[in-house]
């Protein structure tokens, strides 16, 4: 079920799962700012390949990823801590208008590059100790529209799917990381590249 609303003027839709707060801005950024933002951060992000070790075999992260963020702001993931690059102008303006959308400041962001429908992100939640028990998280998408899909963790018949298309921004909230898992397949089909940013706040004395 869906409930849709303004917000600074964008529409917002409240997509209603159990056990999550998702929230839909379908055109956060216009299709022009999001296609001139895709051409730029392709080109200029600092990309690299992740490997990956399943089942004691190294893989090769099938996308592009970056990791930025305030100093300190570091964050361990696939056995890896990555610290951060810092932001550029454009991208801190992007994150203010983000924060301002959402209600909450970022300091960070993982940056994913679908180079095409073969690349992809497998299952998971954003669940790792350094963001925290409830985080909010900020997914922009720019470029090819793909398949979002989330599958709840104990409920195995709650089942969702969207589309994220270019210029929407997609906000998890609440209980989603810890009850949910989430997942972008592979579509062979599609030939156009995707970017992704998922903002993110690290907590930086988590161990503390
Ligand atoms: O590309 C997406 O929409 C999701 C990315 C994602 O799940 C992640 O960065 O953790």
């Avoid at 992000?45 to 930025?68: D, F, K, M, N, S």
């Avoid at 994150?95 to 998971?124: M, P």
Wanted: hydrophobic letters at 35%; aromatic letters at 8%.
């Amino acid at each position: 079920m869906q409930q849709s609303s303004l917000c600074f003027g964008q529409s917002l839709e409240n997509i209603q799962l159990e056990d999550a707060e998702l929230e839909l801005f379908p055109q956060l950024l216009t299709s022009e700012q999001a296609h001139d933002l895709l051409q730029q951060l392709h080109k200029t992000v600092a990309w690299h390949t992740e490997t990956i070790r399943i089942a004691g075999v190294e893989r090769l992260v099938p996308r592009l990823t970056a990791w930025y963020g305030d100093k300190g702001a570091n964050y361990s993931y696939s056995g890896v801590v990555h610290h951060p690059v810092a932001w550029s102008e454009r991208l801190l303006a992007l994150k203010k208008q983000i924060e301002v959308a959402c209600h909450t400041q970022f300091n960070s962001a993982l940056f994913n590059l679908y180079r095409d429908g073969k690349d992809s992100v497998a299952w998971h939640s954003d669940d790792e100790p350094e963001l925290g028990a409830r985080p909010i998280i900020a997914s922009l998408s720019l470029g090819a529209p793909r398949s979002f899909q989330l599958k709840h963790k104990k409920h195995k018949h709650l089942r969702h799917k969207l589309t994220l298309s270019s210029g929407s921004l997609l906000v998890m909230r609440g209980d989603t990381q810890q009850c949910w898992l989430h997942q972008v397949p592979k579509e062979p089909a599609i030939t156009e590249p995707r970017i992704n940013i998922t903002f993110r706040n690290i907590i930086t004395n988590h161990n503390q």
